[in-house]
């Protein structure tokens, strides 16, 4: 966990309460215990030091009073919230001359309590104020290979360091390629099942008659070709994570099976009698929306809120325009060792073609683009000419940014001249071509330059090789794509 986190210890004996608490404060932005009855509390209050503990009065074997005295007496500076539905003045006024901070009487709106903890927490130390991580603290903290720090991944890597050392079933979703996996990876590489199996379940890749199979297994016979008993992914996984990518897949009958190993913690191989228990994590992934799923009928509600119990919402690259340079250097390196080449950067200008870019495949349509303009490049330098996009997609990229390109008033702010000139060109010879029907010629006729010209045009945009003969030096404006 990290350590710059709030902690708050909730003592609760009615697990519908513990569980509900857990849930709401770690979404808030805490990372949360939980204790069960008054003598777990004060086992956990001596072994660890807490920055809020959230206490029940009645607790069955102690009183939260007992709680409050134990925590002060460990640490006079733990702040204590009461809580309590049956609680008296007298017993409220008491507490509070004890050294509890607050009380607050259930039912409880959420909000107000939030805003209670929150003020409880600024008070006790400044540092709580500021955003739990922050890109200075980034270097200190360990997410795999995710990169990125865009305000939405630093809110992303937050939720990863509350959520890591719990047993909470989570549901990533986002679009495809913005790096679920990974997300769902560095969760199980930061939790104590991380020397323990991570298993991945592709569910939309599996054919249908196979995956009750894949997921529990099955038995010698169980079916035409079952020539010997085989362990299911679920049994695979125990006691670590399974990761059902594409969970929004499933057929009904498969929903059905998997909140039925998800409420009993059982699993049952296809052909047998038998079931076998198992203790894993689920991290579920999708790129729709399960919500929409729910009421259209394509998937079960109760599987839906089991899945969904902390919910990471991915953003897509195009929302994320800060991270683009570093994924983009990220990557450079990467496949620049992998390729065995002595590429030292990307230019400039061919960043500012990059961040101008929609990325609709996101975050894996950069690195495949990256990783074929380092295999194209000759130089130790990835130039704009390098940067291969397709046909359909650059035209849908320059159809997106028509209006950007002739914004007088961002020459205030600083703009990329040639970066802005070569994508008015691109604009007029795609223009000029759908116009002439693909007739090169034609094309260069309508826009008043050589043949020669636009074929070099054209050549440097597709990654093709140019010919020398096909090169056209009396061009005032290099090609800059």
């Known amino acids: 966990m990290v350590e710059c986190l709030p902690k708050i210890l909730v003592v609760d004996d009615e697990l519908s309460m513990r569980e509900f608490l857990e849930v709401l404060l770690t979404q808030t932005g805490y990372g949360v215990s939980l204790a069960k009855n008054g ?32 925590a002060k007496k460990k640490n006079p500076e733990t702040i204590v919230i009461m809580i309590s539905a049956y609680a008296t003045t007298e017993v409220a006024v008491e507490a509070m001359n004890e050294g509890a901070y607050d009380f607050v009487p259930k ?36 997410f795999g290979k995710i990169v990125g720090n865009s305000p939405g991944m630093i809110r ?4 990863i360091s509350q959520v890591a050392g ?41 054919p249908e008659n ?16 079952a020539i010997a008993d085989k362990k299911g992914l679920f049994e695979a996984a125990h006691l670590g994570t399974i990761f059902l990518d594409e969970i929004g897949e499933l057929s009904p009958m498969l929903q059905v099976k998997l909140l039925r190993a998800l409420q009993e913690t059982v699993v049952k191989p296809v052909g047998s009698t038998r079931e076998i228990s198992v203790d894993v994590r689920i991290i579920s992934a999708t790129n729709k929306n399960l919500e929409e799923e729910v009421v259209e009928g394509n998937f079960r509600e109760d599987l839906f809120f089991r899945l969904n119990v902390i919910p990471i919402k991915v953003p897509p690259l195009r929302d994320r325009k800060g991270d683009i340079e570093i994924l983009a250097h990220h990557f450079t390196e990467k496949y620049s060792k992998i390729m065995g080449k002595d590429i030292a950067k990307i230019s400039s200008y061919a960043i500012a073609f990059l961040n101008t870019y929609t990325f609709p495949g996101n975050v894996r349509e950069l690195e495949n683009l990256i990783e074929r303009s380092v295999a194209l490049s000759s130089t130790n330098i990835i130039l704009p000419e390098s940067l291969t996009i397709s046909m359909h997609k650059r035209r849908r990229w320059i159809e997106g940014h028509k209006e950007s390109r002739f914004d007088l008033n961002a020459v205030a702010q600083g703009v990329n001249l040639d970066a802005i000139l070569s994508s008015i060109e691109s604009a007029y010879v795609e223009k000029a071509m759908e116009i002439a029907g693909g007739n090169k010629s034609k094309a260069a006729e309508l826009l008043g330059i050589t043949l020669r010209s636009i074929r070099y045009r054209m050549s440097k945009k597709e990654g093709e090789p140019i010919e020398e003969e096909n090169k056209d030096y009396s061009c005032v404006d290099r090609e800059r794509e």
């Open 39 to 70: 003598k777990q509390a004060i086992r956990m209050i001596e072994e660890k030091n807490f920055d809020l503990l959230l206490c029940d009065i009645r607790l069955g074997d102690l009183t939260g009073l007992d709680i409050l005295r134990a």
């Open 107 to 142: 039912p409880f709106d959420n909000n107000e309590l939030k805003q209670a903890i929150k003020k409880a927490l600024d008070l006790k130390d400044p540092k709580f104020k500021t955003e739990l991580v922050n890109k200075d603290s980034l270097a200190r903290l360990n």
């Open 156 to 159: 992303i890597y937050n939720l």
């Open 166 to 206: 719990t047993k909470t079933n989570i549901l990533i979703s986002g679009e495809s390629g913005t790096g679920k996996e990974l997300i769902a990876r560095a969760i199980h590489d930061m939790s104590d099942r991380k020397d323990k199996p991570f298993v991945v379940v592709n569910c939309g890749g599996i």
């Open 210 to 225: 196979l995956i009750e199979s894949e997921f529990f297994g099955h038995v010698k016979g169980a079916f035409t070709g």
